[in-house]
């Protein structure tokens, strides 16, 4: 069994659709009412990734798969960063941040508008020992509006330059091949499938 370090169903839903592991169970942090928040107070990705997989590990004594991400914007000095999911304040859904991202760029030409998706992925196993990591990044750019309406978070703003396409607008198996996420798992994937195989012959 393997268990996402997530309470964000729509998060969940995607590393699930791209895990595409075989024989393995894969259930998320809701299934653990008791489980107690872990800080993600890192100042990269790396330390909130490791973070969680790791103290959620401890907490429910399972093989744990966590996942940090976030929008860098060149324009505002790689804000949101790893603030991206609260930028907008603790309480701010995702409709607030985008509206927030907007608003610090009102002004900004095109060609100033680069921005980057990151992605590291920390798996750890019962004791909360890091046992596999794995870095993603998808380069694109921030529209002048939203567009689309599939995905999550900032999707809608965020142009593949060579597509012409926000994520918004491209369906999940698109996404999946670009996105930060999917790079990030088609690194770890191999492992993963091997460790708890092992686990399960063993």
Known sequence: MLVLGTLNRKKAQELIGLLELQGVQIITLADFPAVHPVEEDGHHFVENARKKASGYARQIGQWVLADDSGLVVEALGGRPGVHSARYAG?????????????AELAGTPLEQRTARFEC???????????????????????????????????DPLFEIVEYHRTFGELGPVAKGRLSHRGRAIEQIRPILQRLLQTLQDG
């Open 90 to 102: 603790p309480e701010a859904d995702d409709a607030a941040n985008r509206r927030k991202l907007l």
């Open 120 to 154: 590291h992925l920390a798996l750890a196993d019962p004791r909360g020992v890091i046992q596999a990591e794995a870095h993603g990044q998808c380069r694109g750019r921030i529209c002048f509006a939203e567009r689309g309406e599939k995905g999550f978070g900032y």
